[in-house]
């Protein structure tokens, strides 16, 4: 029953920055990370950044000192603050969480997506 939910997605002008947050909700015991992807059009999910409960964060190589992860105030959140976004940002951003339910259980749940567009 865990459910992630994203938003702040939308069209953009190169250049431009975009918000996304993030939401966990549902019977969770443990959250290990919490992270962003992207798929592109005829291309697989990449990994984009994630963060630790600790607070440790890595970003793929494309995107590193223009996008930052953070987490939210509020609790099992997460945000991507997307800066200088070019038209190869364009995709579909999903949300990951790698939790767990129980004390045994633990795995990766996804959100749904939402569109980031940057196009002049």
């Known amino acids: 029953q865990v459910q992630l939910v994203e938003s702040g997605g939308g069209l953009v002008q190169p250049g431009g920055s975009l918000r996304l947050s993030c939401a966990a909700s549902g019977s969770i015991f443990s959250i290990y990370a919490m992270g962003w992807y992207r798929q592109a059009p005829g291309k697989q999910r990449e990994l984009v950044a994630h963060i630790t409960s600790a607070g440790s964060t890595n970003y793929a190589d494309s995107v590193k000192g223009r996008f930052t992860i953070s987490k939210g105030n509020a609790k099992n959140t997460v945000y991507l603050q997307m800066n200088s976004l070019i038209p190869a940002d364009t995709a579909v951003y999903y949300c990951?969480?790698?939790?767990?339910?129980?004390?045994?259980?633990?795995?990766?749940?996804w959100g749904q997506g939402t569109q980031v567009t940057v196009s002049s």
């Open positions: 990951n969480a790698n939790l767990a339910t129980g004390t045994w259980s633990r795995n990766d749940y």
